[in-house]
């Protein structure tokens, strides 16, 4: 199995995971049900920070958003033994990002349009999906990997729950709804991370809401409203 061969890196063997899901043809069962009996599976395995444990959520939540599962489910079936995970097994693209923050992996938009970060095969793109119309809508994301890199800021993105199933696009660096970036390959040293926020607030049915707005991203605003939900 490519993605358990240990000459890739990390990054690399989740996006062969993510191919083989993808080549399998891994759906839902209908169009806009978010679920199928393989999306259980990827919601099984996630957990949320709740009062500073790791409480497991999946195991009763069966059709929702699932960009975050299939990326935490594509880590879980990647990882070697020994290896640092990068980030917890996540329902929610917001937990992702603050997980990788914390461990100081988290790179920005700015980071990248200005070439200080380098993107690199398999690592996690963060995608804003908040809607103009809907304030309480501010953390709302999509996220995926990226697939190919290219020139002139192009590159492709792997991820679920894209149309309902997984799916390779073309994106550039100036896209708008770009957030950032999660880099696998500068992980730091951490024995049992604590994540800066709990989430367990957040209504599970809203973790990534499939439309793509398009809209210029405030992160300041953003992180401003992160903090205000800090345990």
Request: glycine content about 10%; aromatic content about 10%; charged content about 25%.
């Amino acid at each position: 199995m490519k993605w358990k061969n240990p000459a890739l890196t990390l990054g690399e063997r989740c996006v062969a995971f993510a191919e083989n899901e993808l080549a399998n043809g891994v759906k839902e069962d209908s169009p806009k049900s978010y679920t199928s009996s393989r999306l259980r599976e990827y919601f099984k395995i996630c957990t949320r920070l709740s009062k500073d444990k790791e409480v497991p959520i999946g195991l009763t939540f069966t059709a929702g958003n699932w960009c975050a599962a299939g990326a935490s489910f594509s880590l879980q079936e990647s990882i070697l033994p020994g290896e640092e995970v990068p980030h917890g097994y996540r329902l929610g693209v917001v937990e992702v990002i603050s997980d990788m923050q914390k461990r100081g992996t988290f790179r920005s938009i700015a980071e990248a349009r200005s070439g200080t970060y380098k993107l690199k095969v398999g690592d996690p793109i963060f995608f804003d999906r908040s809607d103009p119309n809907n304030p309480d809508s501010t953390w709302w994301r999509h996220i995926g990997r990226v697939h190919t890199v290219g020139t002139k800021g192009s590159f492709t993105c792997i991820s679920g729950n894209s149309g309902g199933k997984w799916r390779i696009s073309n994106h550039n660096l100036s896209q708008k709804t770009l957030i950032g970036f999660g880099e696998y390959n500068s992980l730091t040293a951490v024995a049992n991370p604590k994540v800066v926020v709990d989430w367990s607030n957040i209504d599970l049915k809203n973790l990534a809401p499939a439309i793509d707005t398009g809209k210029d991203l405030d992160v300041g605003k953003i992180w401003s409203f992160i903090n205000k939900l800090k345990p």
